[in-house]
């Protein structure tokens, strides 16, 4: 622990390189993705889950009898469901949004600034960069939402065999741009809650370690991104809800990302559109909690690195 507290202290500083800040950043998402991934199966399924019928009951309810349920009925495997596209998604999406970030943020203000950047700088650098970088990254979101999601056929089989066939199965039968369904939803999510997680992630940090003079160690980023996971779930969670639902439906359900969420509100209510709140909360903010430790580590393990060639 004391090595990984001075590995820490180092990670401050001017940003590294660009190429160096995606890798890390990919690599530090990934492992966040590892440690939630059940937990965002299970937020999935709730938040694609409509009204019961008359006379039945809903399928899922709450985080752990949502895991509960697909583990007895499905077997434990299928809450990693996607967990390959979910690593796809997190290094290319989560490295290019956080690497983009931190190379963004010197280039919005003078030179001759001192001291921290103002929030509002960081709001609109976290808004660009995960604008563009979903915008790139899009099929592996759709892909992941797509093998999350599935259900045996009524022969047995399932749709997708593997998540490499997923991409080309989706491109063979809804041409390429169906591997952007949802593209337009996703950037304003994927923007707000960039916006909102990485921004009050530095917020936090600086908060814990200027204010209440907290160390730069792993409990403060851990403290900082666990924060910073819930902050962007109460911004951005219609979003993801709309997300889901559009790249979870069959193609032509929904016409738009405004035909979906008032289809959403008309047939289950405004409540829908934080359906799946705690499970999300738990599973972004574990994944900021275990991502921004992993990251802030990584970095001064390369800057120690690259001070010594």
Not at 194 to 206: G, P, S, V
Not at 225 to 234: D, I, P, R, T, Y
């Amino acid at each position: 622990v004391s090595r990984l507290r001075t590995n820490m202290v180092a990670s401050s500083g001017a940003p590294l390189p660009i190429l160096p800040t995606i890798a890390l950043s990919g690599t530090a998402a990934s492992v966040g993705e590892i440690a939630t991934i059940a937990i965002d199966t299970a937020k999935v399924r709730l938040q694609i889950q409509g009204p019961p019928a008359p006379g039945e009951v809903l399928k899922y309810r709450g985080l752990i009898g949502t895991i509960s349920t697909i583990a007895r009925e499905e077997g434990v495997a299928a809450l990693f469901k996607g967990s390959v596209a979910g690593l796809h998604r997190q290094f290319f999406y989560g490295g290019l949004r956080i690497g983009l970030y931190d190379q963004l943020k010197p280039l919005i203000v003078p030179k001759e600034h001192v001291g921290p950047l103002p929030l509002q700088h960081k709001i609109a650098c976290g808004l660009a960069s995960g604008g563009m970088a979903i915008a790139i990254a899009n099929p592996t979101d759709l892909v992941k939402v797509r093998m999350q999601t599935q259900k045996p056929l009524a022969d047995g089989t399932i749709r997708y065999r593997s998540t490499t066939l997923a991409y080309a199965q989706i491109a063979r039968e809804e041409g390429i741009r169906g591997l952007w369904t949802g593209v337009g939803p996703n950037i304003g999510r994927n923007a707000i809650i960039t916006a909102a997680e990485l921004a009050t992630y530095d917020q936090f940090k600086e908060f814990l370690t200027g204010t209440l003079n907290m160390p730069e160690a792993p409990p403060t980023y851990a403290t900082a991104g666990f924060l910073a996971g819930v902050s962007a779930v109460v911004v951005g969670s219609p979003f993801d809800v709309v997300k889901s639902r559009m790249m979870g439906a069959a193609p032509g359900a929904y016409t738009s990302m405004l035909d979906c969420f008032v289809k959403t509100l008309k047939q289950d209510g405004p409540g829908a559109l934080y359906k799946g709140w705690l499970p999300n909360c738990a599973r972004i903010g574990g994944w900021g909690l275990v991502t921004f430790v992993t990251l802030e580590d990584l970095k001064a393990r390369y800057r120690t690195w690259a001070d010594e060639q």
